[in-house]
Each structure stands twice: as C-alpha cells, then as structure tokens.
C-alpha cells in the first residue's frame, strides 16, 4: 500500500505589519497570554475577522496552544471567524430603554432596507447589522454604534442615512 502525501502548504495569514503590532504590546503586559486578547483584534481590524489559521498563528506567536486563543475569541461576540464583517459594523442597541424608544422597530427598517437579518452583511459588503443587548448610552435610546462611532437617537430617516453612507465608504 502507498503511502499518500500532502503537497499542499497552509498559506500564512499574519502579515509582518500585524505581527509587528502583536509584538508591540509584548512590553505592555505581563504575560503573552495577556496578549490574547490584543492580538485578536489587531487581526480583526486588519482582515474584519479572525479565521481559525490566525488563531494558530498568535498561538504560535504567543506560545499557547490554539484552543486557549480560540477560547478567548469565541467569548467575546465582537469578532466572526466564518466571513469578514462589511465594511462598516453596525450593532443597534436593544436595551430596555432603547427598545422602549423603538430600537427593535429600527432594526426590522434597517434589515428590510438592507435584504439582511441581524448578524448577516450586505450583499455589496458595505455593512454588516447586528444587535447590543446594551451600548451603555440610555440616555441617547435609540443608537447604534457604527465601528467605533456612536450615533445618537436615531430614527429611521436617520438610519436611511447612514446606511446611504456606509454603501458609499470607501474601503481603508
């Protein structure tokens, strides 16, 4: 019997740019595995995700073992590892006081203009819409944060807008 053998190389997924910014934060921290987390949106920020060949490699480059990396991505709900996120990320809040200021109202206008359900992107890749169970801004009910912006009491015409902005943002 033969035996088979795989010629096929896994391609890398950390550019020297980011390794170089992971390593930045090494001084910062007292441990490498304090640079999990870190690391994980240094990644995301570059690529809108974090596919499971990253995990590896910040292991690697942490001296952990995958599953300890991926634990942490997989506890928080900011980072997808299945696709990129569209350009723009925009989570509608639906705390108690957003929600009794229509925020699920907002988010059903916002998928309906958009041919989306929560946590899916646009067809263009321009915006991904997803839901906050809390933004911290009750005093500004409805909002919706937008990558790391902040828009306050939004109403539907205002969230016609921004959806009309993000379309138009032009990649970084």
Known sequence: MSEVTSDVTTQRVLTDEMVAAIKAFFPRYPTRQAVTLPALHVVNERLRYVPLQAVVEIAELLELAPAQVQDTLTFYGMFKQDAPHGQTRAWVCR????????ANELLDHICHKT?????ETTADGSTT???????????????????????????????????????TKPAP
């Open 95 to 102: 705390s108690m006081s957003c929600m009794l200021l229509g």
């Open 115 to 119: 041919g989306t359900r929560p946590g």
């Open 129 to 167: 819409i997803e839901f906050a169970e809390c933004l911290g801004a009750c005093e500004f009910a409805p909002c919706i944060l937008a990558n790391k912006t902040l828009h306050k009491c939004v109403t539907s015409h205002q969230a016609d807008q921004l959806l009309n902005e993000w379309k």
